[in-house]
């Protein structure tokens, strides 16, 4: 499995921005986005197959959120505008080498998380 290491996160106010990046060690046919807030469980954010063109959002970041991937670094990112506090969390970039998925449970690499908190 490969290795990846997040970085983006920190704190922002209230519709403002932040863009997540996500390094891989090697190549991910998937990378996907979940989050994990105190005391609930992991859920899915977004997803992106390795040409860019299989991606899904959950509906209460769509419209928002935009997940993307540049390959030739090995780097996934997910751009997180008109931020709402209910979007604070742990949030973690995963891989997979297979379809897309949005599944926690189908992905076997796992980022360390990056914490997002998004203030009233």
């Known amino acids: 499995q490969v290795q990846l290491v997040e970085s983006g996160g920190g704190l922002v106010q209230a519709g403002g921005s932040l863009r997540l990046s996500c390094a891989a060690s090697?190549?991910?046919?998937?990378m996907g986005w979940f989050r994990q807030a105190p005391g609930k469980e992991r859920r899915f954010v977004a997803v992106?197959?390795?040409?860019?063109?299989?991606?899904d959002l959950a509906d209460s970041v769509k419209g928002r959120f935009t997940i993307s991937r540049a390959n030739a670094k090995n780097t996934g990112f997910l751009q997180m505008n008109s931020l709402k506090p209910e979007d604070s969390a742990v949030y973690y970039c995963?891989?997979?080498?297979?379809?897309?998925?949005?599944?926690?449970?189908?992905?076997?690499?796992w980022g360390q998380g990056t914490q997002v908190t998004v203030s009233s």
């Open positions: 090697g190549r991910t046919w998937t």
């Open positions: 995963a891989a997979r080498h297979l379809t897309v998925a949005t599944a926690a449970a189908d992905f076997g690499s």
């Open positions: 992106i197959n390795w040409s860019g063109g299989a991606t």
